[in-house]
């Protein structure tokens, strides 16, 4: 499994657009500054979780646990009976 093109495209445009171009919307006031600096940080960190998580799902370090049982129904479902 890779990645693919298309999910990190469009959540890298989305959180560019909340981290470059909502700032140059934030209402002006004693606390323009502090505003924009949030939604660059929160961009930033928000697309950076996403991209670890979405990263993560690609090479799992931890696989589903079964019980023997569970193992015997599904070699047998599948038609490979177990020996």
Known sequence: MGA????ITVFTV????VGIVCPFFA???PNRGIIQVVLMLTAAT???FWLCAYMAQMN???GPRLSNETLI???RT???PYA
Request: proline residues 13%; hydrophobic residues 55%; contains cysteine.
């Open 4 to 7: 693919s093109f298309v999910p």
């Open 14 to 17: 989305l959180w560019g657009v």
């Open 27 to 29: 209402p002006k006031g």
């Open 46 to 48: 928000c697309w950076l």
């Open 60 to 62: 799992p370090l931890i």
């Open 73 to 75: 129904w599904i070699a």
């Open 78 to 80: 599948w038609g490979k």
